[in-house]
Nanobody, 115 residues
Framework: QVQLVESGGGLVQPGGSLRLSCAAS????????MSWYRQAPGKERELVAT???????KYADSVKDRFTVSRDNAKNTVYLQMNSLKPEDTAVYYC?????????WGQGTQVTVSS
């Protein structure tokens, strides 16, 4: 029932920008905290950003001041604006929701930062 679908990934040059989107369905989106995670090859999945039901946000130190998480509750969508991208940002990015004590994940979208 709960579904999360990421989009917006791709190949960009260092210093470039991407905006990721996560379309949510199957739950009352506006009530829940949403998060973005990422996983690079050979590394554990890490929390990138979190946004509360009313828009408060937190970021990993590695992306603070470069990434911005936002949400549009009317569209049931969470965004991750990624600016000043670095090669070390290369990873699969996942959308996450905690709904009724169970975690849900999207399929992931690949972000590759390379010249």
């Amino acid at each position: 029932q709960v579904q999360l679908v990421e989009s917006g990934g791709g190949l960009v040059q260092p210093g470039g920008s991407l905006r990721l989107s996560c379309a949510a369905s199957g739950f009352t989106f506006s009530r829940y905290v949403m998060s973005w995670y990422r996983q690079a090859p050979g590394k554990e999945r890490e929390l990138v950003a979190t946004i509360t039901s009313i828009g408060g946000s937190k970021y990993a130190d590695s992306v603070k001041d470069r990434f911005t998480v936002s949400r549009d509750n009317a569209k049931n969508t969470v965004y991750l604006q990624m600016n000043s991208l670095k090669p070390e940002d290369t990873a699969v990015y996942y959308c996450n929701a905690l709904v009724l004590f169970k975690e849900y994940w999207g399929q992931g979208t690949q972000v590759t930062v390379s010249s």
